[in-house]
């Protein structure tokens, strides 16, 4: 999920009772911890210093790695913590409560709490998405992914900030102790209806995958794997992947389509196996590119000037969302004697500048 979204829900999860008893610093330290785990994308400038062998497929090894995994989340969290209480005791020595004494600064323990949660709610929310998420490194390196929300979603991030704002208008109007409660009854109403939402996300995914999986069986297909994958910016417009024993077919699936499944916007692309597939697949950068992909990836082969051209989609992402393209293949060429003469990642970007890519997308999501 975007960086933004991640510190809302961890400024959310400060208000199920720790902002209560610790103090309005709970809210920011929360929202600043939720997004710590993503500062494992200063890793790479990091290994350029020290002269490690980097390619283009390092950022995808890296990132939403060890420092997503719930197991480290306790150790990833202990010097933030630290940090916290060591301020709020420098600081308690010169604050006071009104009749001279001295305030009296919350256990470590309640902190330490407090931001172990906000870090453990990144690496779920992460698994919420397609991208995949190590929750389990450094046991296994394994990418779970639910496929139950965008890495963007129009509704659940303001959904977050509805029940800060919230929690925050009734602190202005209410400034006794009974704000505590309803702050906190308020809190905990938010981010029950956020894990709704995302249990809800999942439906959507198992309705989609359903709805295709019946499309492809009806035109006659031996259906080898059927995925479902939400498209940016809803849980209601949906691209699915059905693998058949012959050929791909992508379709673009809305909720709120009342059309047939006969008009539904869908690509379709044979199976491309081969020698020089199989030969592709077992270089190592290959190798990588298939387990960031969870191992949805569509094959091309060609033939140019002796070279041979295979190229490599990762299903999950494309645009249109129906298209068979994804958005960053993996293309290896091997020259006329066999080797490999070039590899590397390329962007399919869409036609346009960045603005018509929005209202596109948005476009998108409103027509059913």
């Known amino acids: 999920m975007d960086s933004i979204t ?21 809210t920011w330290v929360s929202a600043g911890a939720a997004i710590v785990p993503d500062l494992d994308i200063f890793v790479m400038p990091f290994l350029a210093l020290t002269g490690s062998e980097i390619d283009g497929l390092t950022p995808m090894a890296i990132h939403r790695g060890l420092s997503h995994s719930l197991l480290v989340a306790p150790l990833l969290s202990l010097p933030i913590a630290a940090a916290w209480w060591w301020l709020r005791r420098k600081a308690q020595r010169t604050r006071r409560f009104p009749d001279g004494r001295a305030e009296r600064s919350p256990p470590f323990a309640l902190l330490y709490a407090c931001v172990l949660v906000a870090v453990a709610t990144h690496s779920l929310l992460d698994w919420c998405t397609s991208y995949g998420t190590q929750l389990l490194a450094p046991l296994t390196r394994t990418r779970y992914a639910i496929d139950a929300v965008p890495i963007v979603d129009i509704l659940y991030t303001p959904l977050l900030i509805l029940t800060l704002a919230t929690c925050y208008i009734v602190r202005k109007l209410q400034r006794d102790h009974r704000a505590r409660r309803v702050t906190m009854v308020i809190g905990w109403a938010g981010f029950l209806a956020s894990v709704g939402y995302l249990a809800g996300g999942r439906a959507m995914h198992n309705w989609a995958v359903r709805k295709a999986a019946t499309c492809a069986q009806h035109q006659g297909a031996r259906v080898v794997q059927v995925d479902a994958y939400p498209a940016l910016g809803t849980i209601f417009l949906w691209r699915t992947v059905v693998e058949t ?98 590899i590397g990642r390329r962007n399919h970007r869409p036609r346009g500048n960045f603005s018509s890519l929005v209202r596109s997308v948005w476009a998108d999501i409103w027509n059913p």
């Open 245 to 342: 024993d012959r050929e791909w077919i992508v379709t673009r699936i809305h909720h709120f389509s009342r059309e047939p499944a006969s008009t539904w916007r869908t690509s379709s692309i044979a199976r491309d196996d081969g020698p020089w597939v199989a030969k592709a697949m077992q270089l190592g950068q290959v190798e990588t590119f298939d387990w960031f992909a969870g191992g949805r990836l569509r094959a091309e082969n060609s033939a140019t000037d002796g070279n041979h051209i295979v190229t490599f989609h990762d299903m999950r992402y494309g645009w249109p969302v129906e298209s068979v393209e994804s958005m960053w293949p993996l293309t290896v060429m091997f020259d006329c004697d066999g080797r490999v003469a070039y």
């Open 6 to 26: 991640q510190g809302l829900l961890g400024a959310t999860t400060a208000q199920l009772g720790f902002r209560q008893r610790i103090g309005r610093d709970a």
